[in-house]
């Protein structure tokens, strides 16, 4: 009887031994988790409305008037690292896109506008959980790159006028708020709605009209000097958007 339970104590010895072993084994194998995310990219897809500073439109053979709403898509690329958790300073490049509803006056004769433009900025981003992913929240202020309106007009007679103006460099922010949906500790889809403005001037940049079929081509340059020869007196533009983003999002 006694080596029988000296024989039962060594067996429950032995099974502990081979459960701490196998314990740590498995331990061993199992992959740290992974620290906190120091860095961020994202690319994201948008569509949304220009707030222009233009003047009304005719519609509907001149019957009535209507504001030149705008609408477009845009694409852009973010970058952030962590300063501390939760709070990002991030870098954004967008190019975006709108132009405005086809005017129409009485003769028949349309008219459109169009804008595109990239712009960079600089900014923070905060986080903070909530379910399944975070809710953030951003601001960034930067430049906007020069760029070019465009004016379509077409006439019932089938001639078409292009007129061109460039604008400068200006300055501006965007702020941006949404939720970005965990799909793992390391990607996220985001969707947001985002907010920009950037001011700019026309100042020594040309108008250029070139009509067809005729070829004829007009150039004149923007200029404060009401004196100039050739010169239109320079405007100041705001492009302003409202967008609904969508994105994609990676940590590392």
Known sequence: MITIMRMIQQLG?????????GSASRASAEPAAPGPSKVFLEGG??????MSNAGFLEVDRGARLQGPRSSGAAVDLAGGYALVPNLFVFGDLQYAHASTITGQNRDGDTDEYGVSYTSVSVGLRTAVAIGPGEVYAQMSLGVVLPFETE??????????????????????????MGYH????DRMYLAAGLRLQAFATDNVGRERV??????????????ST????????????????????????????
């Open 13 to 21: 010895a032995m099974a502990c031994a081979v459960v701490v072993v």
């Open 209 to 222: 009209r070139k009509d067809s079929p005729s070829g004829n081509v007009d150039r004149e340059v923007y």
């Open 225 to 252: 000097d009401p004196n100039a020869n050739n010169a239109q007196q320079a405007e100041a533009l705001s492009v302003q958007d409202m967008r609904i983003r969508l994105g994609f999002g990676y940590r590392f």
């Open 181 to 184: 949906y965990a799909l793992n």
């Open 45 to 50: 897809l948008a569509y949304g409305y220009g």
């Open 151 to 176: 004016r379509d007009q077409r006439a019932t007679n089938g001639d078409t006028r292009t007129t061109t103006i460039g604008y400068n460099t200006g300055l501006g922010g965007r702020g941006e």
